[in-house]
């Protein structure tokens, strides 16, 4: 099945501070989300991204999927952003369940 | 936006005993469901995928006697952890999928902290 590899395993910024995580796989896909896991367990959906560029707020994705990897941009980070990030995709050959990389814990401070 | 609701989200209960999980789409009708486990500072790990109206396909090693799985409508899927053992104790979240199109989009509920003692 298709590799997902996530980088780096964690992150600690200071507020306001901008950040990059990225998400690498091993196959072209059909579909990519990214998700944001709050410290209470509850996924969020933040983009779904098999390939472009997207922006919602200060976040943005961009998925570059001749080159396999996809982007994460958080800007002006806020104490909210802390929690786990989490890139799902399912390969072009899948069988429709997303395979997750193993995160990227992002951490805060103010 | 699609909503993804799991009753209860916290549960305790002795060995031996059996626990069911709700998994309601609030908004929207879902032909496929998905249960995940996750342990402490892990990634998903999915346990099976739920289909209404037919079995659920479960992962390779996931006992499906152990974990029963039903989705019985288009917006309610269930796991029954049967016999439950302290090994069992994690965190379940389950997941609809929302299609467009080719576009497949899966949205999560808050999850379901499981404690056996």
């Known amino acids: 099945g298709i590799q997902v590899e996530q980088s780096p395993p964690d992150l600690i910024l200071q507020e306001g501070a901008n950040s990059t995580l990225r998400c690498n796989f091993s196959?072209?896909?059909?579909?990519l989300q990214w998700f944001h896991q709050n410290p209470w367990g509850q996924l969020i959906n933040l983009f779904y991204?098999?390939?472009g560029t997207k922006q919602n707020g200060r976040l943005s994705a961009t998925t570059v999927a001749t080159e396999r990897y996809s982007l994460l941009y958080i800007s002006s980070s806020q104490t909210t952003d802390s929690g786990v990030y989490f890139c799902g995709l399912e390969g072009n050959f899948g069988n429709e369940k997303l395979t997750f990389g193993t995160g990227t814990r992002l951490t805060i401070i103010p | 936006g699609a909503v993804v609701s799991q009753h209860p989200s916290w549960v305790i209960c002795k060995s031996g005993t059996s626990v069911k999980i709700e998994c309601r789409s609030l908004d929207f009708q879902a032909t496929t469901m998905f249960w995940y486990r996750q342990f402490p500072k892990q990634s998903l790990m999915l346990m099976a995928t739920s289909n209404e109206g037919s079995k659920a396909t479960y992962e390779q090693g996931v006992e499906k006697d152990k974990f029963l799985i039903n989705h019985a409508s288009l917006t309610l899927s269930t796991l029954t952890v049967t016999s439950a053992h302290p090994e069992d104790s994690s965190f379940y979240i389950c997941?609809?999928?929302?299609?467009?199109?080719?576009?497949?989009?899966?949205?999560f509920g808050p999850g379901t902290r499981l404690l056996v003692l």
């Open positions: 991204i098999p390939s």
């Open positions: 196959d072209s896909v059909n579909n």
């Open positions: 997941s609809a999928r929302v299609s467009v199109g080719l576009r497949k989009t899966q949205y």
